[in-house]
């Protein structure tokens, strides 16, 4: 079984910066890839950032250049680091990995970009 746990959500004011954590258990760490998700209020889940296995990293539009997927090996831990909050990136981020077709998400961490 996997388990999934966010850290590092809180309040920001537009123009800073957060670092988001997502320490995977279980010893299928560097099978797959990992994924970062997003969920505004009244909005679909919408996947952010994509690292696979071999280190290659895929990014939604809206992140592009201001958000950073990256993976502790050492740690089992995903990271994201997101630079540059708008409002816009206001939402409930999670953590995500596909592993024998079983979707395993996390519990989410609030993200809260406001002045």
């Known amino acids: 079984q996997v388990q999934l746990v966010e850290s590092g959500g809180g309040l920001v004011q537009p123009g800073g910066s957060l670092r988001l954590s997502c320490a995977v258990s279980?010893?299928?760490?560097?099978?797959?890839?990992e994924d970062w998700y997003r969920q505004a209020p009244g909005q679909q889940r919408e996947l952010v950032a994509t690292?696979?296995?071999?280190?290659?990293?895929n990014y939604a539009d809206s992140v592009k250049g201001r958000f950073t997927i990256s993976r502790d090996n050492a740690k089992n831990t995903v990271y994201l680091q997101m630079n540059s909050l708008k409002p816009e990136d206001t939402a409930v981020y999670f953590c995500?990995?596909?592993?024998?077709?079983?979707?395993?998400w996390g519990q989410g961490t609030q993200v809260t970009v406001s002045s």
């Open positions: 690292l696979s296995t071999g280190g290659f990293t």
């Open positions: 279980g010893s299928f760490f560097r099978v797959n890839s």
């Open positions: 995500h990995k596909n592993l024998f077709g079983v979707d395993y």
